[in-house]
């Protein structure tokens, strides 16, 4: 056909040799030109490379990047890979994350040339151990980022993270905090804060202090060079001392930061007067009037003359108590009945005595000049005793002579009957009446009523100078005795 061809074209059979080692020359030098070119080399490219590299490694896509990664058209060495991926030669030799168990052949776990778009990092968020791997555990309100690796890793690379709040929150103190965000912050959320740092600075947070809300301290966000003195607080700033610092400005004196009813001032040893009973729940404004507190007087009448003046059981003026309230009110007392005056160092109170009013004896309020002898009270119950009869018997108006204060009623008086014994034998128990007939006059007695004349006169047959007669009955026996 290359005869036909050329004869056809009307050359010549010697030259046509000539002509077809021409036109196969040409046909070499075309496709020499094809391969050589700048489509030549494109096709022969499409012919070496296995396929496109990914995304991540797009910059090394070419023939004359080729032996960066692959020794003498070879495979792929780990060293020239750890060239440029530094940040995991480094975790390798530490030991730690993924690649703490990896000694080489990168290309074991990292395949390339399958396509632009494919992610060479075999890793399977369901199956990785974030803690243990990395040191950072899906805490609070990381919890639901676990299985959304975008939300925290923006750029491809997973160790471009870093672990501080900052790499990924904004700073909102525009550096006012001179600590960390973990210092205050947890992973619950940013309103949860923990204030332990407080606790080992210069100003310790006790108290209510732990309640208050840091912009009440740290005004219009500046926290450098809040004061830490009380008075700075909480009379410059805020003016809470409500007796305006009549009383000093070391209000750590006297105040904790419990609450400002928690005060350690002791009274006692400031002032000389204890705080007991009522008065340690009194307010400072109970006693010191209008903010003075220079009181100088002690004296208990001084702040309770109105109680004094007003007390109506008894009435402390009418019966002309003394203004020493302390006779009968303590300071350990925690109200006014429980005064405990002490009755016995002016009169005993015994018997039925101890179980009666004051008003029973302190008629009409009026306790000054009360008689302390028996008789002034119980005159009545003298005049109107029948048994026996004490006004006409003459008895004497000493009632302690046979009744005693501790005697709970007039039956238990214990007369000394030192004329004759009736305590003991056959005349103990006898009634006054049995030997005294006249109630008018105990001076006559008589021993008839018992021993009648015929008893008498038979046991005394034979007896010189007997008589039946009661005096001479007492002048034989004034012990009461037969013999």
């Known amino acids: 056909m290359i005869s036909r ?78 060239a440029c991926h530094e940040k995991v030669s480094g975790r390798m030799a530490a030991k730690k ?67 501080d709040c900052g790499f990924c929150h904004a700073e909102p103190h525009q550096g006012a905090m ?110 010191h009037k209008n903010g003075n507190f220079h009181l100088v007087s002690f004296d208990c009448y001084s702040c309770h003359r109105e109680d004094y003046e007003e007390t109506e059981e008894p009435n402390h003026r009418q019966a002309g108590f003394p203004t020493t309230c302390e006779l009968c009110h303590l300071p350990s007392h925690s109200s006014w009945e429980q005064a405990s005056f002490n009755h016995n160092s002016v009169f005993p109170r015994q018997g039925v005595h101890a179980t009666l009013e004051c008003a029973a004896c ?9 008689p302390r002898e028996c008789y002034g009270c119980h005159r009545t119950d003298y005049e109107q005793a029948r048994d026996p009869n004490h006004l006409s018997a003459g008895f004497p108006t000493t009632c302690d002579s046979c009744h005693r204060a501790s005697d709970t009623s007039w039956g238990q008086a214990r007369f000394n009957h030192t004329w004759f014994p009736i305590t003991s034998g056959r005349h103990a128990g006898n009634a006054c009446s049995a030997c005294h007939p006249n109630p008018s006059n105990f001076s006559v007695f008589t021993c008839l009523t018992c021993h009648t004349r015929g008893d008498t006169d038979e046991h005394h047959g034979g007896v010189a100078g007997y008589r039946y007669d009661s005096a001479a009955c007492y002048s034989c026996h004034p012990q009461g005795r037969a013999d």
């Open 5 to 82: 061809f050329f004869k056809n074209s009307g050359l010549r059979t010697g030259s046509a040799s000539s002509a077809l080692l021409a036109f196969a020359a040409g046909i070499s030098g075309l496709l020499l030109f094809s391969l050589i070119g700048p489509r030549g080399q494109e096709v022969q490219t499409k012919l070496s490379s296995p396929g496109p590299l990914s995304r991540a490694h797009g910059s090394l896509e070419g023939e004359a990047n080729c032996a960066k990664c692959h020794a003498d058209g070879k495979g792929i060495e780990p060293a020239r890979c750890l």
């Open 178 to 287: 001179p600590q960390k965000c973990e210092a205050c912050h947890t992973p619950a959320g940013w309103t949860s804060i923990a204030r332990g740092f407080h606790r080992a600075g210069t100003f310790p947070l006790e108290g209510r202090h732990l309640e208050v809300p840091c912009a009440s301290c740290h005004l219009d966000g500046v926290y450098k060079g809040t004061p830490a003195r009380c008075y700075d607080c909480h009379w410059i700033r805020r003016q809470d001392d409500r007796y305006r610092t009549a009383l000093g400005t070391d209000c750590e004196n006297c105040h904790r930061p419990v609450s400002w009813t928690a005060v350690r001032w002791d009274h006692a040893v400031q002032t000389g007067m204890a705080l007991n009973g009522a008065h340690r729940n009194l307010s400072c404004d109970s006693c």
């Open 97 to 163: 994350g993924v690649h703490r168990e990896v000694s080489g052949d990168c290309e074991a776990c990292h395949q390339e040339h399958q396509g632009i778009d494919v992610d060479i990092r075999p890793l399977d968020p369901s199956d990785f151990d974030h803690p243990a791997e990395t040191g950072f555990a899906f805490e609070g309100k990381h919890a639901g980022l676990a299985k959304n690796c975008p939300a925290c890793h923006k750029v491809r690379s997973y160790m471009a993270n870093q672990r």
């Open 362 to 370: 302190h008629k009409g309020g009026v306790y000054s000049g009360t």
